[in-house]
């Protein structure tokens, strides 16, 4: 017979079963299950670590596989769940899936098909965790959505009602501050498989598309040295440290307000239209790369009472008492035309905290990025943190307070649970 995957060990004379437990369907990364007696010996028949050091349950080893249909390996990570279940987190495609279900049949594994939750999967919140692992973009998320599928929030809130049998308020006041940790994190962990919005934005010609383009590594933006190339919103795909992310490269923007009768400057219809659709991007952004370049910087500040200098905020909506404005970082792009010797960087800098750029020869770029990803994610969780995925569990988890009565915690965790 067969093991279900609720049993916590099989005994010896059963199978050594492998499970995809991720469902069918587009996804950067795939989870096969192995569990039994065998797995152990089945797994590193084809896993080839990359160091030596001993199993060690919870660890992530990343290596190749290698056997079967190809013997060129292909990059997998390995993670033991105890001594005879073990986690293979590979390409999520069927064939790579498929490869490596028929090197562990060949092994000696049984490789069942059917669609199976793991131990705690009758659950909604495993159900929503194996949704989100389907949808991940990059491994970094696909490993965070993983350890919630191996029941991170669910095992949490099962726990959590175990505390709770106690009827003690002080459990209720142990389990609140573990709640206030998971929701630390939730304005990141419920974008697992939707994209951070990151949209550059500036007056015409300081090189927003060039900067756009050195990101991501190819021309995706049409540049040319004149005002008002781009006159729509360009959205692109990237990664960036194992976020995904989406850059918008939007149409160079003019001042709106010329004077008290809020007079639009330019008499160009195509480009207003760019400029409006650009202000509706900027108000939904995640975060806003303001980028002026050299020569308009230099301008500006050589008198700080001109008031001439570009700013963003002219084009944002006010921001509301119950919501906070994306988050800007400022940049100077074109560096590289800085041919003045004593106006480096350091000197030009003044008091303003911005970065410095040039989209041409890539200086600043590596900084760039590092900001980008700091500002969407100021820490990274541990993995094997319980997390909540998407708004509706971390609702829920704003709804359990130190001051509730234990009962009151309790159906407020069975409905995080069951929906």
């Known amino acids: 017979m067969i093991p279900e995957l609720s049993d ?14 991720t469902g069918q369907g587009r996804s950067a990364v795939a989870v096969v299950q192995v569990l039994g007696p065998n797995a152990l010996s089945a797994i590193g028949t084809h896993f080839k670590a990359a160091s030596n050091t001993d199993w060690r349950t919870g660890q992530i080893r990343f290596g190749q596989w290698h056997g079967g249909r190809s013997d060129s390996g292909e990059d997998v990570v390995v993670t033991p769940i105890s001594d005879d279940q073990f986690e293979v987190h590979c390409h999520g495609g069927i064939a790579a899936v498929g490869r490596i279900m028929d090197d562990l049949s060949g092994s000696g594994v049984h490789c069942d098909t059917s669609q199976v939750s793991p131990k705690m999967g009758a659950n909604l919140l495993i159900r929503e965790a194996t949704d989100c692992l389907i949808h991940c973009t990059t491994k970094r998320t696909a490993g965070y959505a993983a350890t919630q599928v ?3 929030l669910a095992r949490w809130a099962t726990d959590a009602l175990d505390q709770l049998e106690s009827d003690s308020q002080a459990a209720v006041a142990s389990l609140a501050q573990q709640v206030d940790q998971i929701l630390h994190h939730a304005k990141w962990s419920t974008r697992l498989c939707d994209p951070f919005r990151v949209v550059l934005c500036g007056p015409a010609n300081v090189g927003k598309s060039s900067l756009v383009n050195a990101i991501v590594g190819y021309q995706r933006s049409i540049t040319y040295d004149q005002p008002g190339t781009t006159r729509d919103v360009l959205w692109t795909s990237t990664t960036l440290d194992g976020l995904p992310i989406r850059l918008a490269d939007t149409a160079g923007l003019r001042q709106l307000v010329e004077s008290e009768s809020n007079v639009i400057s330019s008499d160009d219809r195509i480009e207003m239209s760019g ?8 108000a939904k952004a995640d975060l806003l790369i303001e980028v002026t370049d050299l020569p308009n910087w230099k301008a500006a500040t050589a008198d700080s009472d001109s008031g001439d200098a570009w700013n963003v905020d002219a084009f944002l909506p006010p921001k509301s008492a119950s919501a906070d404005g994306p988050s800007i970082i400022r940049l100077v792009n074109k560096i590289d035309l800085n041919n003045d010797a004593r106006n480096t960087p350091m000197t030009l800098d003044r008091k303003d905290s911005v970065l410095w750029v040039s989209a041409t020869t890539g200086q600043g770029l590596d900084a760039l990025c590092q900001q980008i990803v700091g500002k969407l994610v100021h820490q990274f969780p541990s993995i094997d943190q319980p997390l909540a995925i998407n708004p509706r569990q971390a609702q829920w988890l704003a709804r359990l307070r ?7 915690f309790r159906e407020t965790l069975n409905a995080l649970l069951m929906g």
Do not use: N
Not at 8 to 21: G, Y
Not at 402 to 408: C, K, L, M, S, T
């Open 402 to 408: 130190p001051d509730q009565r234990p009962q009151q």
């Open 8 to 21: 916590p060990k099989p005994s010896p004379a059963e199978f050594t079963v492998a499970r995809r437990l």
């Open 150 to 152: 191996r029941a991170g």
């Open 275 to 282: 400029i409006e659709h650009a202000q509706k991007v900027l």
